[in-house]
């Protein structure tokens, strides 16, 4: 149960980070 958990909070943290990442080049795509 703890190594799912753990996964999932990793593929959450991923999803974030990527998120993030691509709306800062996004941004500076529009510049």
Do not use: L, Y
């Not at 958990?5 to 500076?28: D, H, L």
């Amino acid at each position: 149960v703890e190594k799912t958990e753990i996964k999932s909070i990793k593929c959450v943290n991923a999803e974030r980070q990527g998120r993030r990442v691509s709306k800062v080049r996004f941004e500076i795509e529009m510049r």
